[in-house]
């Protein structure tokens, strides 16, 4: 099953114009967890884009899996439409689809190195 088939029949769906946020860096988590649906949209965080996000992409994952406000902001860069995964979903995917955990788990990898990256080197004092 290709990833993005877990969610084709999820209801929620949102439409963020090209320009817009679907969500901003300190926002609160809100439960929801977003997959890019249509459009393309990038990942911002503190003023850097650290990822281009494309079809089947997911954000918003860190707020399901540990709730405090979200640490960057996604900027749709044309018109996008993102499927809403709340709580409830997000835990019946991670128990009935281990596929879909790992994805989310390598997806939270990725972007902890690219922000690693964007770090300045501490020297050590």
Same mark, same amino acid.
């Given at each position: 099953?290709?990833?993005?088939?877990?969610?084709?029949?999820?209801?929620?769906?949102?439409?963020?114009?090209?320009?817009?946020?679907?969500? #901003?860096?300190?926002?609160?988590?809100?439960?929801?967890?977003?997959?890019?649906?249509?459009?393309?949209?990038?990942?911002?965080?503190?003023?850097?884009?650290?990822?281009?996000?494309?079809?089947?992409?997911?954000?918003?994952? *860190?707020?399901?899996?540990?709730?405090?406000?979200?640490?960057?902001? &996604?900027?749709?860069?044309?018109?996008?439409?993102?499927?809403?995964?709340?709580?409830?979903?997000? #835990?019946?995917?991670?128990?009935?689809?281990?596929?879909?955990?790992?994805?989310? *788990?390598?997806? *939270?990898?990725?972007?902890?190195?690219?922000?690693?990256?964007? *770090?300045?080197?501490?020297?050590? &004092?």
């Amino acid at each position: 099953m290709v990833f993005f088939e877990l969610f084709a029949h999820n209801p929620i769906i949102l439409r963020v114009p090209a320009g817009q946020t679907l969500f #901003q860096e300190g926002d609160a988590g809100g439960g929801l967890m977003y997959v890019l649906s249509a459009g393309n949209a990038d990942i911002v965080v503190a003023g850097r884009v650290i990822e281009h996000l494309q079809h089947g992409g997911i954000v918003g994952e *860190m707020g399901l899996v540990s709730p405090a406000a979200r640490s960057a902001t &996604v900027l749709a860069t044309s018109d996008c439409e993102f499927v809403a995964i709340d709580e409830a979903r997000f #835990q019946f995917l991670i128990q009935n689809t281990p596929f879909f955990a790992m994805q989310v *788990m390598r997806v *939270m990898a990725e972007r902890l190195r690219a922000t690693d990256r964007l *770090m300045p080197v501490l020297e050590e &004092v």
